[in-house]
């Protein structure tokens, strides 16, 4: 697939194709009829024809007389257009340019379009179509074919910068993917550990550390200590820092899982359950996707990344269930399930950050558990947030990035649960009862209540086994455009 993608801002002299949006429920456009006139009508012929009916990210390719090649992409019904379908468009689209083998691509945008969806929205999102459809993870495969860079123009000058915009958008999230399919083999904890400090060099205005060896001790983060004692890869918190230029307007802390592995330690995973669990990272990976994007688009806020990093194996020195640690806010934890790590791990995050930091929100990321994919699929992630204010900014930013969220509840109920009965809390009840909510209500404990908080279970948006458009199978980023979104605009 493509691995560069940017708008160019000067015209080609001779593009190797031409793009043209087309709906359902309309014929061609005005702008697009002297294109066609020019073109011996072959759009029309093709608008007309049985093949072509311009459902959602349908792609229909002519040869113009002139041997041109014009691409008519479908956008469904005009009434119904939003960025969704313009991110699917994007992904169709790319798919086809790339099997025809297009470096160059015009594109038409016609008054319908830009009535419907506002020029920089409707741009971005078909930006971010063409960034995310055009991602491919072949690094472990001995060929890689076809061309590698695709350059798009428009004369429409704002949807032009929003496809610019959303290409940018579809790096980062490539970029978490990319490290989220990486295998285990090779993306250890200190590779990721590697990633994050190159990621900080490349962008400037990242500031990279790390709490490993010793320090991990000092600072008590029991979680990660235990949880990543039975590995040869050792267990360590990765931190990124972004301080805005000028009066900082708050500071937002993200916590992403970052577990390269998941066997389940010593309550082993089943055969079919282990399969798929070097996902296990894809909240941190989020999380370093999300500070890329925000390295780019500069928000008015400090936003710092933590990333509790570890693999949970399985060897003589493994932690076991029965074993009781204790947090540095005095909060004893009875293991009943080495498989339920990614809150212990969680917990140092979220206990370090807000006493370092204190943040104004905290937010974490993690694919915590298998309840929340039975319960919502892969189409919304499960999300807790008793923050009225916290809340309406994640909506908005789930509704602009397109990545949807479902609110699931958190009380003393469920908070009770947790109570154990040699220590404070057990990681997890005797009970499956409500297992997403026992996570988050976990969780809670080790955030301070005066902060806003909101803990986001991604377990089944994180990756996709079929193609769900603009995804292609594998790791979706899911997180990256939603925390950029948040924090785009953060007051
Ligand atoms: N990493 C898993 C959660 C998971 C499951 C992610 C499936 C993606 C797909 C997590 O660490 C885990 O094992 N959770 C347990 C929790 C239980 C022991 C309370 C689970 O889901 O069963
Ligand atoms: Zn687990
Ligand atoms: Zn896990």
New binding site residues.
Partial sequence: MYYSLRTSQTSFKKPEASLCFIFKDRNLERSDLAFDRANGRCLSRARTGFDCKADTAEVTSVIASSGERILLVGLNEAAELNPDTLRRAGGGAVKALHKMGIATVRLFVNAELQKRCAAPLAGRAFGEGLGLGAFSFSEFKASKPGVRELSIYSDAAEFSAGVSAGLDLAESTNFARYLAATPPNVATTTFILNQARALARRMKNLRFSAIQGAALRTKKMVGLINVGKASESPPCMIQLDYQPKGKSKGTVLLVG?T?CY?T?GL?I?PRE?MR??K??KCGGMAVLGAMRAVSLLKPKCRVIALLPTAE?SISNSAYRVDDIITYPNNVSVEIT?T????RLVLADGLLYGCKTFKPDAVIDLA?????V?VALGGFCAGYWCEDEKLRERLERASIDSGERLWRLPLNDDYRDMMKAKHADLW???PT?DA??I??AAFLSYFVDAKIPWAHVDI??A??TEKEKAPFTPGPTGFGVRLLASLLKNWE
Wanted: net charge negative.
């Fill in positions: 899982k577990i998941d389940g309550s995973k359950g798929g669990m996902y296990d949970n399930n498989d339920a790590e990614g694919t915590l558990t298998g309840g994919v990681n997890s009840a499956r297992h997403p026992q996570g377990a089944g994180a990756e």
